[in-house]
């Protein structure tokens, strides 16, 4: 039973995997973030500082989330995540630093790059979908 509860979440995540990584090939995403820093100047490439900011910044609160029952020996309670102090801060910061992040990059691809609105779209939802689902294949101890 256990066993195919973490198939069925392997699977899950390797769905968002598999359609970020596409998605973001197919979109160039990372040459044009890539080329935003080393060319641009100005307003663009501020903008384009902040939605990497924004994205690590998000990578990172994640991954502590993911770390912190090994952190603390115990498996914090998501579902009532206003119960826990710990929790009731970081989530709402996480959250912030998804929407922002976000929307930051899809302005930038937009704004400055030659992917144009659609594909600014899906290039930075592909590569947010890519992150969420790698860092739902680290395994997290059930307590």
């Known amino acids: 039973m256990l066993h195919s509860v973490v198939s069925e979440h392997r699977r ?22 890539h080329g935003l820093l080393n060319d641009a100047t100005g307003t663009a490439r501020i903008f384009t500082y902040i939605s990497v900011l924004l ?30 102090p710990e929790l009731a801060s970081i989530i709402p910061v996480l959250t912030g630093s998804i929407v922002a992040g976000w929307t930051s990059l899809v302005f930038t691809l937009y704004t400055w790059s030659t992917l144009g609105t659609i594909w600014s779209l899906a290039g930075a939802s592909g590569l947010y979908a890519l992150c969420f689902g790698l860092i739902g294949l680290i395994p997290v101890p059930d307590y």
């Open 12 to 33: 899950k995540q390797l769905k968002y995997v598999i359609t970020g990584g596409a998605i973001t090939w197919f979109t160039a995403v990372l040459s044009q973030l």
């Open 55 to 84: 994205g690590i910044t998000t990578i990172l609160l994640f991954l502590y989330l993911v770390i912190l029952p090994r952190i603390r020996g115990a498996n914090p309670n998501y579902a009532n995540w206003r119960d826990s």
